[in-house]
């Protein structure tokens, strides 16, 4: 936790955009990451879910309703 008191910025710079943790009494208490990579994560999180859901939806197939394009 000094450390990252003293220069945060210098810390992440040389990270080369690996996650940080941040260490009280010698236990985890936080993980520090830059921004590009917190939106690289989240950005392949919400493509996994989404692909997730798009395989479960052909198992719905009853569900689905009929519609027809002029109906849309």
Known sequence: M???KKNPSALLSQSSGSAIVALNHRQPVA???PAETYEAM???TE???LAKLLDERPRDK???VSV?????
Do not use: V
């Open 62 to 64: 009853n569900q689905a």
């Open 2 to 4: 000094s450390e990252l």
């Open 68 to 72: 027809s394009l002029d109906d849309l």
């Open 47 to 49: 493509d996994y879910e």
């Open 42 to 44: 989240t950005s392949m």
């Open 31 to 33: 993980y520090l990451i």
